[in-house]
């Protein structure tokens, strides 16, 4: 076969597998192109000298990308994650790939240490922050885990929704009139996701009573926003991600929509599927599987860092909040992020979680 293959001789022989295999071949390069990789954004070129972004979760993925770019182009960048020792060894290795480009960086990166499972963490994270006295430009809420098993947090929280919602939103709390104080204008991005459309209105009734009737342990009060884990673990990832849209929507509805005075926007995106480390606690099986997908179909860092870039900083969104975003554009999420009675109870969750540290 291989001789028939040098040769030609194979193509002659076999004409409907070799067409066959072209149209597979120039099908899967079409979606690669036109689908996979996604839009780019013009946030990538923008000149950000003397601007300041927090970016959480930067020590790997879009995270890691995205501190770069900011970095390139010129602006402060502060690295709030968890580990110092993989923030530094990051930082190191962002300033050697920009030096080693053709651009030459005026900004300058920084750790700052923040454990979203820990809310004392966050808090801390805030007062060393405000004790610089610098004033944001962009605060990009990029920090998220995957877990296949039910785990609690130092305060008594499912870890998915500490970790990608309420550490996130208290840190959005404790930095808001530093924000409010930019007289040129914040941008508050939150990294959601399209696995919010694991979850429907039904989910949360059966989540709640399930957890009810099974479960005593659980942080009381008991709410549907702390039990649908014990429904399944994709659900609950799917949860937070819908909570990061209610997070959007009620802080643009409450503090921005109807204040003319607040020049803060807050927007949320899907960064598409990448390739990353967040599915590394998956069993062995699917860690298998999911490694090929993610080779063939999923999008690398720096495509994945396109929607974040363009809130963060693309001139195209300047005064625009509120929204979900997906390929560099407004989108429509699945109709359970419209649900206001929902989104209302999450507010009140979040303000009860949020008060103690305030």
């Known amino acids: 076969m291989l001789q028939s293959l040098l040769d030609g001789s194979f193509l002659s022989q076999h004409p409907y597998v070799c067409a066959a295999s072209a149209i597979l071949v120039a099908s899967y390069a079409a979606l690669r192109y036109f689908v996979i990789n996604g839009a ?21 993925g879009i995270g890691s990308y995205t501190a770069q770019v900011l970095y390139r182009q010129g602006a402060k960048v502060y690295l709030a994650c968890r ?72 305060q008594g929280f499912e870890e998915m929704m500490q970790a990608n919602v309420l550490g996130h939103h208290l840190l959005i709390e404790l930095l808001w009139q530093n924000m409010d104080k930019n007289p040129h204008g914040a941008r508050i991005v939150i990294v959601a996701s399209m696995a919010h459309m694991f979850v429907n209105d039904n989910d949360f009734w059966n989540a709640q009573t399930k957890t009810y009737s099974l479960l005593n342990h659980v942080k009381k009060p008991v709410t549907k926003f702390s039990s649908m884990a014990y429904i399944d673990t994709n659900k609950q990832y799917g949860l937070t991600k819908l909570c990061n849209i209610y997070q959007v929507y009620n802080i643009h509805e409450l503090r921005i929509k109807n204040n003319p005075n607040c020049k803060i926007t807050i927007n949320c995106c ?57 390929d560099c554009r407004v989108a429509q999420p699945r109709p359970v992020a419209e649900n206001k009675i929902l989104r209302e109870e999450f507010a009140r969750l979040c303000d009860e979680v949020c008060q103690p540290y305030l």
């Open 40 to 60: 780019s954004t013009n946030g990538e070129e923008q000149n950000l000298n003397g601007k300041v972004f927090m970016v959480t979760g930067a020590t790997s």
């Open 83 to 154: 580990s110092e020792d993989k923030t530094l060894e990051m930082i190191r290795t962002i300033r050697d790939q920009v030096q080693g480009s053709s651009h030459v960086s005026g900004g300058s990166l920084h750790f700052l240490r923040l454990d979203l499972n820990d809310l004392e963490s966050v808090r801390e994270c805030a007062k060393e922050f405000l004790k610089t006295g610098d004033t944001l430009d962009g605060l990009i809420n990029n920090a998220g885990c995957v877990t296949n098993s039910i785990r609690y947090t130092k």
């Open 270 to 326: 899907h960064p598409g599927a990448i390739r990353s480390g967040l599915v590394r606690e998956a069993p062995f099986y699917m860690t298998i599987i999911l490694g090929l997908m993610q080779l063939l179909f999923f999008k690398n860092v720096k495509q994945g860092s396109q929607n974040t870039l363009h809130l963060a900083c693309s001139p195209d969104v300047q005064g625009k909040s509120g929204a979900y975003y997906d």
